[in-house]
């Protein structure tokens, strides 16, 4: 009579193993497998490597606008046809004051110009020319300035700050998007530069190394939280983009001042989170 083989993979997530003793590979990695019958058993281990990367290509999946983060979409075709987009590549930027690029992928558009973007892995590089084009003319409604920064609220309700970027004052999310070094020394933007995200902002005032705002779904902060003036919850001195207050309130006007915050609701209350110095 024919023997029937129980068959085993110590981790499928390497390679598989099918009732016939077939195996099957799936990703990197040392796999054991085992073929039993009886009270017997016979045990031979396996190293799956990756078939070499023979193409990569990239590709941007939108509009580049200055202060917009933007991931950059990979496609990497190894020796054996198959199609991989988790790969450790290494990122490189030729002009990184114009647009740096993180090891995620992500583009970092800083001012308008040209850059060539770089993929590379196992000596095979994708590469992608990225040309950022300059920020439209801004028209302001309201511009607030403090001591080491100016913010502004267009009339389209865009946010933009510029000068000092202490504590992620200048809201351009987190790592900072800043195009200069000033003489404090601290990172910081010589011109207009938009706050992280997509927000449409009604209103926006400036506080001593903190900002806040409000949007449509709620009031947004950051900048300097160290007294709890950010109103999410925390004391984080950093805070580099906007963060929602952690309120149900519906405001229609905000004033941030040293170290604390108040809002008016739609209720015709006050509001204030932060530093109670002096009460």
């Not at 933007?189 to 902002?201: A, Q, R, Y």
Request: proline residues 6%; charged residues 10%; glycine residues 12%.
């Amino acid at each position: 009579p024919d023997v029937v083989f129980g068959w085993l993979s110590s981790n499928n997530s390497v390679a598989t193993v099918d009732a016939n003793g077939f195996v099957k590979t799936i990703s990197p990695g040392q796999v054991a497998i085992t073929a039993s019958v009886s009270n017997l058993f016979a045990q031979f281990n396996i190293e799956v490597i990756r078939a070499r990367i023979a193409t990569i290509s990239l590709s941007v999946p939108g509009a580049i606008s200055i202060g917009k983060r933007i991931r950059i979409q990979v496609v990497a075709i190894d020796s054996a046809g198959t199609s991989d987009r988790l790969l450790p590549l290494t990122w490189t930027s030729s002009a990184p004051n114009v647009a740096g690029v993180n090891q995620s992928g992500e583009l970092g558009p800083l001012v308008a110009g040209t850059t060539r973007v770089d993929a590379s892995l196992e000596g095979i590089t994708g590469s992608i020319t990225i040309t950022v084009p300059p920020l439209p003319p801004i028209r302001f409604k309201t511009i607030s300035a403090h001591t080491s920064f100016t913010c502004g609220l267009s009339v389209d309700g865009a946010a933009f700050c510029w000068g000092g970027n202490y504590f992620g004052s200048l809201g351009t999310g987190f790592p900072p998007l800043t195009t200069a070094k000033c003489s404090f020394p601290v990172d910081c933007n010589l011109t207009p530069f938009p706050v992280d995200g997509e927000h449409v902002f009604s209103d926006l005032s400036d506080g001593l190394l903190h900002q806040c705002a409000i949007a449509s779904d709620g009031a947004y902060c950051w900048g300097n939280g160290s007294a709890g003036n950010i109103g999410n919850g925390t004391a984080d001195i950093v805070n580099p983009g906007p963060t929602k207050v952690q309120s149900s309130a519906e405001y229609t006007s905000i004033n941030a001042g040293r170290l604390m915050t108040c809002g008016l609701t739609t209720l015709h209350k006050i509001d204030c989170w932060g530093q109670n110095l002096l009460g």
